[in-house]
């Protein structure tokens, strides 16, 4: 990063060779009230929505309300020295964030500026933060997938590169640990994941970036924070400044190791406390109150920053941007105002619920009500095969688990898909921080879907699959290379799973010290 | 600099009386003289301070004003003094001037110059200043020597900065610039 002698003289010759020496006209205007990180200027007429302010000792703010003689304003910064009757001019510009390959491996706050200890951010251009989404013309339809490593996930919600899907559920329920799980395994997959935390402790940012710096997800990581100490205005600005970082991937690419990376995933952390901070900032300036006093342009913040999220025409480059914006829900309520809001807004929802995750189903996905609707476009054709039987087998199974909670003998078909259904629901159970690669996830989903594993005890068919997969990496490399390779799981591949899955079957159970048997017991009730 | 808020209003009803009256230059005059008294900060202390009789401030107030100024304008001052507003007279006298300058179309121009300009450079800068208005104009001058060199015009809330000190800032920031967008580059 270091410039040489030479180039500084050449860039001061160029800087002053282009030197416009003329007169600068700008509004200027007199700060009358400054007060809660908002002030009211009188003067200024020629300033812009959303433009940037200058304040003395180079304080920005952002003009928010155009009234007849003032101007609302929030000031980006610290608001300490700002006082009555200081001049405050207009700058022509609105507010822009450095993008670029310099902003990989980086935190950042919502303006750009570093927070880590590497130094100034280098860059090449800068973006403004607000920008109109991309037209209809220049899209097209989502069809390739972006694999997060979550077994659950990939096979029965998929997300397309360029979806809006939605992660909600109650405190403490995993809904960040889906998403670094997620960013976490795009290492390697050519996908910018942007990880904008909004109104978060600053511990919990820390820890996040530990543990994607720990994993080696860094690299291909930008991360944009505004805790919750920042003011109202930037934790607002957050996820618009994480959508132009994302927005630059999209559309111009930028270098991850030897390829050019047009794709990029932007995780808005969350997007509740975003709304808050837009309330808080709303009052101050004294628009009007909705309902639960949010201001009545708060579908709006969001349905505009979600609407820029978008996979590109090949024509326009193919690039895309995927949003997964989360949503807290109060206990589980989410026919409240925002969730309600977004969940409208996106293409689907992954639901996470506290019951779920207390009785031990990590992660705590209700697969009953979430959806993607996306659907099965944006799967490889190796997952579609294995996805279709296991949606049908556990939507069975929830269905015949409720009805059997109450009747004492069962037939055995129906014992048979009881069991089936409690093996396969174990099998989409995940521990945090380990996504499972694409051949992996269908390798077990299809020998789960396949009855293999219903005499396995239900507490050991973890272990099984992990067993499994390994032995299928050193034994089997080539087959598990042919599904990552082509992503097709065509009926040669097919039989060579069964066939292994079979003997490592008879070793497990002789291990295990129980027989292999054509009549499986039903074991513990999983939820 | 005009301001919102009270002052405006004071100066609107007085402006209003003026010109009823045909008097808006003599009101001019003498609002401020009454503004010149408001300088004194020791003064406007007592005439606003709430733990002085009303009239004793009335008094003294009617002591310093009624040789110099109009009945009316001696009333604008007590009205202000009895609501412990005295204080707001340089704003309502600004916010009048304003105002004066509005129905005759003139433009108030505040010229920023790092030493006093001559009559002569005055006068030149009067023309351009002018042209730039599209206006007859009312120049107040100032001096900054923080500027440097050069000249700014503030013509409302237009401000046409052409100091050495604005264009240096310039000149600093597209330097910062150039660098940090060659070390991105690099």
Redesign the interface.
């Known amino acids: 990063m270091a410039i040489r002698s030479d180039e500084i003289v050449s860039i001061i010759k160029s800087t002053i060779d282009n030197f416009d020496g003329a007169a600068e006209e700008r509004s200027v205007g007199t700060v009358v009230q400054v007060g809660d990180g908002i002030a009211q200027i009188y003067g200024l007429s020629g300033a812009l929505s959303s433009e940037l302010l200058e304040f003395p000792g180079g304080v920005m703010g952002m003009a928010l309300n155009l009234e007849e003689e003032t101007v609302g304003a929030v000031i980006l910064g610290d608001p300490i020295h700002i006082k009555e009757g200081d001049t405050v001019k207009t700058t022509g510009r609105v507010v822009e964030v450095p993008v670029g390959h310099g902003l990989l491996g980086r935190v950042v706050d919502p303006l750009g500026r570093p927070l880590d200890d590497k130094g100034p951010i280098s860059f090449t251009s800068t973006r403004p933060v607000e920008r109109i989404a991309p037209g209809v013309i220049t899209r097209q339809a989502v069809d390739s997938p972006v694999q997060t490593g979550i077994k659950a996930i990939d096979a029965l919600i998929p997300i397309g590169r360029g979806q809006r899907e939605l992660i909600i559920g109650d405190r403490q329920t995993g809904k960040s640990a889906l998403a670094v799980d997620t960013i976490i395994n795009q290492k390697g997959k050519g996908l910018v994941c942007i990880y904008v935390a909004i109104g978060q402790k600053l511990s919990t940012v820390a820890k996040v970036v530990a543990v994607l710096d720990q994993h080696g997800a860094m690299d291909h990581t930008i991360v944009v924070v505004a805790g919750a100490e920042e003011s109202a205005a930037l934790q607002f600005l957050a996820p618009y400044a994480g959508c132009a970082m994302g927005e630059e991937v999209m559309e111009n690419g930028v270098q991850l190791g030897r390829k050019l990376v047009k794709d990029s995933l932007c995780v808005y952390d969350d997007l509740s406390k975003h709304a808050w901070a837009y309330r808080e900032m709303s009052l101050l300036l004294r628009r009007p109150p909705g309902r639960e006093a949010y201001p009545g342009d708060v579908f709006y913040i969001h349905s505009r920053l979600l609407e820029r999220a978008a996979r590109m025409s090949k024509a326009n480059g193919g690039g895309s941007l995927t949003a997964l914006p989360l949503i807290e829900t109060q206990a589980g309520d989410i026919s409240a105002y925002i969730p309600t809001n977004v969940i409208s807004i996106t293409d689907g929802q992954i639901f996470l619920e506290t019951d779920l995750f207390n009785s031990g189903q990590r992660p705590a996905l209700n697969i009953g009500i979430s959806v993607s609707r996306v659907g099965s476009a944006a799967q490889t054709q190796a997952m579609k095969k294995v996805a279709a039987p296991l949606k049908l087998e556990l939507a069975q199974y929830r269905s015949l688990a409720a009805f059997a909670q109450f009747a004492s003998d069962l037939d055995k078909a129906t014992r048979d898909q009881l069991t089936r259904g409690e093996k396969l629901s174990e099998v989409v159970k995940q521990p945090q921080y380990q996504p499972v690669s694409l051949e992996r996830q269908v390798a077990i989903l299809y020998v789960a879907t396949t009855g293999l594993l219903d005499d396995i005890p239900t507490p050991r068919v973890r272990d099984f699959e992990a067993q499994f997969t390994r032995l299928l990496e050193i034994e089997h490399a080539k087959v598990m290379q042919k599904i990552a390779k082509t992503k097709v799981l065509d009926d040669e591949t097919a039989a060579a799973l069964e066939a292994a899955a079979n003997d490592f079957r008879k070793t497990f159970l002789a291990e295990s010290g129980a027989a292999p048997s054509d009549k499986p017991t039903i074991g513990s009730k999983q939820s | 600099?005009?301001?919102?808020?009270a002052a405006r209003r004071y100066a609107e009803a007085v402006f209003e009386l003026a010109t009823r009256d045909g008097k808006v230059d003599e009101w001019r005059r003498e609002v401020g003289i009454a503004c010149g008294l408001a300088q004194d900060k020791r003064l406007v202390r007592a005439v606003d301070s709430p733990a002085v009789a009303f009239v004793q401030r009335r008094k003294a107030m009617e002591q310093l004003l009624a040789k110099r100024v109009s009945r009316q304008v001696l009333n604008l001052a007590l009205l202000l003094v009895e609501r412990g507003r005295f204080s707001s007279m340089p704003a309502i006298s600004d916010e009048y001037d304003d105002l004066v300058r509005r129905s005759r179309g003139i433009v108030g121009v505040t010229l920023t110059t790092p030493t006093p300009l001559s009559e002569g450079e005055l006068a030149a800068v009067k023309v351009r200043v002018e042209q730039l208005a599209a206006a007859p104009v009312e120049i107040t001058t100032c001096s900054d020597p923080t500027l440097i060199g050069?000249l700014c015009v503030?013509i409302?809330?237009?401000?046409?900065?052409?100091s050495v000190s604005?264009?240096l800032a310039?000149?600093r920031k597209?330097?910062i610039q150039?660098?940090?967008?060659?070390?991105?580059?690099?």
Not at chain 2, 1 to 5: C, D, E, I, P, V
Not at chain 2, 156 to 161: A, F, K, Q, S, T
């Open positions: 600099m005009a301001r919102l808020g050069g503030t409302g809330d237009r401000e046409i900065d052409a604005a264009r310039r000149l597209q330097l150039g660098t940090s967008k060659a070390a991105g580059a690099a």
